[in-house]
């Protein structure tokens, strides 16, 4: 029969229809019912209508006399009917508590209630690290003043989230993230400010204290010796071959701000639970523009398996994490299976007792070396033990934390104890490490990132085949995306750490400007891990190249490999997880040497001493140095100057 033809039959028989119903549902009395429930909630008053007629208890009181045995697919659909008018769930109250991360240092859990069909519902809870590394080789009072500053963060954390931020946050709708973190970022622009102003107080104070000084006799010029007071003669002044740029001033963080990115991460995971969706699946949302990629890739894991750095008993000192990296075609589960393997054989090569063997915060073993490539070959032995071969069935990544490193009285680096090197020195070894050992992918912060010069001459020497990764070396995330300026120092790419007033629609954004500018993102976990592993999620979610964890022990980090395997397993069962990729490196020294054909083949410009009548309309068309095809080119960016030089 034609389709039309059957919606005519239909309305021919809709008469008879409508009677059939009337008498069904009055025959089981479903017009008394819904008249009694209806009356019910009137006196009740509830602000979400349509939530409290699709409550649990309401649908069956509609339903409980119903004669047939479609008793409960009645209560189910009646109640999915009324949801779909109901009011969408909006925060309630937050709750902020100090919990311990995974060495017993206090962190900040967040605690997130919304008003759901008319009830108050717990809906999910994070906990994020605090910033502060551990510090180790440190002094008593170091560590005293470290305990100090993170107590007095996470209670003045606790104040915000406690007070304040509830009030703010209440009535918000979770779902919206990005109204969330303009409220975020606004308060703790304010918070910035109030802290501005009580130094000044306080500087104008001290200032008034000393304005009056006492009475002081003066000074005579000649010591109790007799001798007149002046710069000793005969002796030569120590001067260092090149001085070494001084550290830079460390970024300052606000006391609390970890509020903010403890609630941001709260308020995300809470809208991914009210909509059902992985919280991976939410940020990719986020990320896309609500516009989902058909796949999504796994993040490499780098797997921390020795530490051979100050905290060690050798005289390495370089570093401070030797990781593994499986191969980009095999999946998560495969790679980690293979370097548990190699974990294994290698604490039975560590097993003699004049070798100290245990395990570290970061969940790897720390063991003593006595020389720049002692660990490498190792790892070497223990791949041939398995049949592995180093650089095509396991690569190798490695964290120099150079900015540990530095003797600032000497101006060099302490590789070995005993051994320092110079900036310019410390390229050429990396340089001769990676021609000698291929199989290292990836340097973790191999100068400080006030060795600018240096960092872009390791970017050029072997950036084609090893990615150069900054960590401590960069910015804090928060001024990456003010300043809108990946290259500082230059690099291959960052090493992304959750925390402070990071907010995520900061990483979102971050994350797009390092795939714009052909640099890998990175998701790092911090020193005091904890045992919530949205930390993946964010990396997924982000489409981050490598996630670095820590080792393959230690509760608090193998609960996030865990979660990666969860979420590759997930992908692969929808059908929606796409294959690894090869790794891209960025020839530095090919686009380098691009620039300069590119300047030495512009024709030289003759100024005249006095300027033509055509050269101003010329200048007044386009100021900049130089353009093709419409891209600016920069002169002090293509050719590394100093702007404060350029004329």
Known sequence: MEPGGERELRRRHLPELRHQAAEYYRSNEVPQRLEEALNATFYLRPPDLYGH???????????????????????????????????????????GRKVLDGVGRPTLEVEIFCTVKNHEKSICSTVVSSHSEILENASP?????????????????????????????RDLQPAD?????????????????????????????????????????????????????????????????????PAEPIEPVLCGSIAIAGLSLAVAKTGATINNTPLYLHLALMKHDLDLPKELTMPLPMVTLLSC????????????????????????????????????????????????????????????????????????????NLGLELGI??????????????????????????????????????????NKYPSIIALIDPL?????????????????????????????????????????????????????????SDLTELTRLLDGQRHIAILGS????????????????????FIKLGGLSRGERVTKYNRLLAIEEELAKNGTLRSGENHEFVDFAEEALTVEELLDALPTIEQDPWPS???????????????????????????????????
């Open 613 to 647: 009548e055509h050269s101003q309309p010329l200048l007044a068309q386009d100021q900049n140095p130089v353009s093709l095809h419409g891209s600016t080119l920069h002169l002090n960016e293509a050719t590394n100057l100093d702007p404060s030089i350029l004329p």
């Open 526 to 545: 911090p020193a005091g891990e904890s045992s919530d592993d949205s930390l993946v999620d964010l990396a997924v979610g982000l489409g981050a190249r």
């Open 141 to 169: 009072e170091a560590i005293d003043a470290d305990e100090n500053e993170r107590n007095d963060s996470i209670n003045r954390a606790l104040e915000w989230v406690n007070g304040s931020l509830n009030e703010m946050l």
């Open 53 to 95: 007629l699709a409550d649990a208890p309401t649908a069956t009181t509609v339903v409980q006399t119903s004669a047939t045995h479609h008793k409960n697919e009645d209560k189910g659909s009646l109640a999915n009917y009324f949801s779909k008018f109901s009011k969408p769930p909006v925060i309630c109250k937050l709750i």
């Open 309 to 384: 750095g100050k905290s060690s008993s050798g005289k390495l000192k370089l570093m401070k994490e030797v990781m593994l990296i499986p191969p980009a075609e095999l999946t998560v589960k495969q790679g980690i299976e293979r370097l548990l393997e190699i974990q294994k054989q290698m604490m039975r090569l560590l097993d003699p007792p004049s070798v100290l063997k245990r395990i570290s915060h970061l969940g790897c073993l720390i063991t003593g070396c006595d020389s720049l490539e002692q660990p490498l070959i190792l790892l070497q032995t223990a791949c041939r």
């Open 393 to 434: 069935d396991v690569h190798l990544a490695i964290n120099c934390a150079a900015h540990e490193l530095m003797d600032y009285t000497k101006g060099k680096y302490e590789i070995l104890t005993g051994t320092l090197k110079s900036p310019d020195e410390m390229v050429d070894m990396y340089v001769d490490l990676i």
């Open 177 to 245: 993230q990005c109204k969330a973190d303009e409220l975020l970022g606004e308060y703790f622009a304010k918070k910035v400010e109030e802290e501005k102003e009580r130094k000044a107080i306080e500087k104008e104070e001290q200032e008034a204290a000393i304005s009056a000084p006492a009475y002081v006799p003066a000074l005579s010029a000649v010591t109790p010796s007799g001798k007149k007071k002046g710069v000793k003669l005969g002796k030569k002044s120590s001067v260092a071959e090149k001085p070494i740029s």
């Open 448 to 504: 400080r990132k006030e060795d600018g010069q240096q960092w872009s001459n390791i970017c050029n020497a072997v950036g084609s085949r090893c990615y150069l990764i900054a960590e401590d070396a960069a910015k804090s995330i928060s001024k990456l995306v003010e300043d809108q300026n990946i290259n500082v120092p230059k690099c291959s790419g960052l090493i992304i750490k959750y925390t402070n007033q990071t907010k995520i």
